[in-house]
C-alpha cells in the first residue's frame, strides 16, 4: 500500500475517531478545539486551524482514499499534517525524512533530480522532498532496490546506524559487542557508529536496532554532523608527548582518531616521553616543531599538548614578564613551553592553535600535577592560547579504579590499567568531543 494511501487512512481514522469524541460531549457539528488550541502552529508554519481541518482536509482524504489520487497529495500538506499529529500526539518523533534530508545537506552530498523514472523507490517519485532519497540511493547510502519507502516513518537505530556510516564512508574494521548482537542486521555498520561514538548501547549493553532515535539522540547526532562538515578535509597539525601520540592506543592519537571520525587530513610530530623543558634523556618538543618547519608543514589547525614529563623530569620555573620567548633559556617548564608558543606563533602566524590538558593521573604526585598544569592555563592565558582542560572539565581521573582500568592502557605490569595512556575508548569517551567542539568552534569564527 502506497505511503498517502496508508497514512491518509490513519489520519481519517484519528479525525473521525476526534470528531465522535467531541459530538458525543456536545451536540455540536464543527470541530473547535478537540486536540489542538484553535489557529496554532509549528516551526514550519502550518496552521492547525480546527475548522479548515475539519472541512477543507476530510474532503481531501476522502479524495485520496482512491488508488487512483494517491500520488496527487501534496507534500506540504502531508509534512505539515504528519507535524500535526507528531506535536498532538508525541513530541520526540523523528522521521526518516528528517534524518536523510539532514544527512545529505549537512555532507553537502551533490543533489540528484528526480525524473519520474526511479521505479525502485517509486513510492518516493511523487512527493515534493523524494529528490533526498533518491540521492541518498545513487550515492549507495540507501537500498536502491526496495520497491517502497516511507518517508514519515519513524527513524530507527539501526537505519540511522547504517546510513551514517556509509554515508561517511568510514572502514567498518570493529567487532560489535552487545548483548543483542544476533538481532542487529547491520553488524559492521553498527559497530562503527558505536565504536566512533554517534551511539550508545543501553544499560543493559543492548543496541536495540528497531527502536526508535529519539529527538534528544538526533539532535547530538546532527551536532555531530555538522562538525564533520567544518573539519572535512582541514589538516591537524600535532606536537606533544605520549598522549598526543595515542601510546594507549598502537600509535593512533588525537590526530589519527580526529582523521577517522571528522576525514581531517592528521600530521602527527609528536613523540612518546617528549617534554617542554630540555633534559638530556627526551625529546623537546620544540625540535619536533623545528622539524614541521624544516618539513614545510603548514596546516588549518595545531594541537599541542605537553606538561606531564616535564613534571618528573624538569623544574618548574616561572612565567617570564615578556614575550622575548628566545633569550630565557628552556631548561625549565616554563620557559621551554613559552619558546615552543613562541616559534609557533611567529611561523605560523593565520594558524589557530590550541593547546589541550592531560587528564587527572595517579602515578603523578597531585600537588606536582595541579602546579604544572596551572602553570600551563596561565601560559596560555598569556600567550592568548585556547585550551581544552581534560583534568578539570571531565571526570576522567586514574584515581579512580574503575575508570582506569576502563579508559587507559592495559600492560602486563598494569592489568587494571596504567593509569597515564587512553585506550581508544579513552579518546573517544574524553578527548575526542572536547578537542573536536573546540576546533569547530575556532575554525567557525576564522
Not at 554515508?167 to 555498520?189: H, K, R
Not at 592506543?249 to 617534554?275: C, F, H, Q
Request: with cysteine; net charge negative; glycine share 6%.
Amino acid at each position: 500500500m502506497g505511503f498517502a494511501l496508508k497514512r491518509a487512512k490513519k489520519i481519517l481514522l484519528i479525525l473521525m475517531l476526534t470528531v465522535g469524541v467531541i459530538c458525543s460531549c456536545c451536540s455540536c457539528a464543527v470541530v473547535k478545539s478537540a486536540v489542538v488550541p484553535m489557529d496554532s502552529s509549528d516551526d514550519n508554519g502550518f496552521i492547525y486551524d480546527i475548522d479548515y481541518m475539519g472541512n477543507e482536509l476530510s474532503s481531501q482524504f476522502v479524495d485520496i482514499l482512491s488508488v487512483e489520487n494517491t500520488h496527487n497529495v501534496s507534500y506540504t500538506f502531508l509534512k505539515g499534517y504528519s507535524n500535526f499529529l507528531n506535536n498532538a500526539f508525541s513530541k520526540n518523533v523523528v522521521t526518516n525524512y528528517d534524518w536523510i534530508s539532514a544527512l545529505v545537506e549537512k555532507l553537502d552530498i551533490q543533489m540528484v533530480q528526480s525524473d519520474n523514472t526511479y521505479d525502485y523507490v517509486k513510492d518516493l517519485n511523487y512527493y515534493d522532498g523524494s529528490e533526498y532519497f533518491i540521492t541518498a540511493a545513487e550515492n549507495g547510502i540507501i537500498n536502491m532496490f526496495r520497491t517502497s519507502f516511507d518517508q514519515y516513518d519513524p527513524l530507527k537505530r539501526g537505519f540511522l546506524a547504517a546510513t551514517l556510516v556509509k554515508a561517511c564512508g568510514y572502514d567498518t574494521l570493529y567487532a560489535l559487542n552487545c548483548a543483542d548482537y544476533y538481532l542487529v542486521s547491520n553488524y559492521n555498520e553498527v559497530a562503527t557508529c558505536i565504536e566512533l561514538g554517534f551511539l550508545e548501547l543501553d544499560d543493559n549493553n543492548c543496541f536495540n536496532q528497531d527502536g526508535y532515535v529519539t529527538n534528544e539522540q538526533f539532535q547530538e547526532v546532527l551536532s555531530e554532523l555538522n562538525m564533520i562538515s567544518v573539519l572535512k578535509d582541514k589538516t591537524v597539525l600535532t606536537f606533544g608527548d605520549s598522549i598526543m601520540y595515542g601510546e594507549g592506543n598502537n600509535g593512533k592519537g588525537i590526530a589519527e582518531l580526529l582523521a577517522e571520525k571528522y576525514m581531517m587530513i592528521p600530521v602527527d610530530y609528536s613523540v612518546s616521553g617528549a617534554t617542554f623543558g630540555y633534559t638530556d634523556t627526551s625529546s623537546q618538543i620544540s625540535n619536533q616543531i623545528f622539524s614541521a618547519l624544516g618539513a614545510g608543514e603548514r596546516a588549518d589547525i595545531i594541537l599541542m599538548d605537553g606538561g606531564t614529563n616535564d613534571m618528573r623530569k624538569v623544574k618548574p620555573g616561572e612565567i617570564s614578564e615578556d614575550f622575548e620567548y628566545g633569550v630565557h633559556g628552556r631548561k625549565d617548564f616554563c620557559n621551554g613551553m613559552e619558546y615552543a608558543l613562541g616559534i609557533l606563533l611567529d611561523n605560523y602566524p593565520n594558524t589557530p592553535v590550541l593547546y589541550i590538558r592531560a587528564h587527572n593521573m595517579e602515578f603523578s604526585l597531585e600537588r606536582n600535577e595541579l602546579h604544572y598544569g596551572e602553570l600551563a592555563l596561565d601560559i596560555c592565558e598569556k600567550w592568548k592560547i585556547p585550551v581544552v582542560d581534560i583534568f578539570s572539565d571531565t571526570d576522567f581521573s586514574t584515581h579512580d579504579v574503575d575508570i582506569k582500568n576502563k579508559y587507559t592502557k592495559h600492560t602486563k605490569k598494569c592489568v587494571y590499567g596504567d593509569s597515564v595512556h587512553p585506550n581508544q575508548l579513552g579518546y573517544y569517551t574524553y578527548y575526542i568531543p572536547l578537542v573536536s567542539s573546540k576546533i569547530t568552534e575556532i575554525l567557525e569564527t576564522e
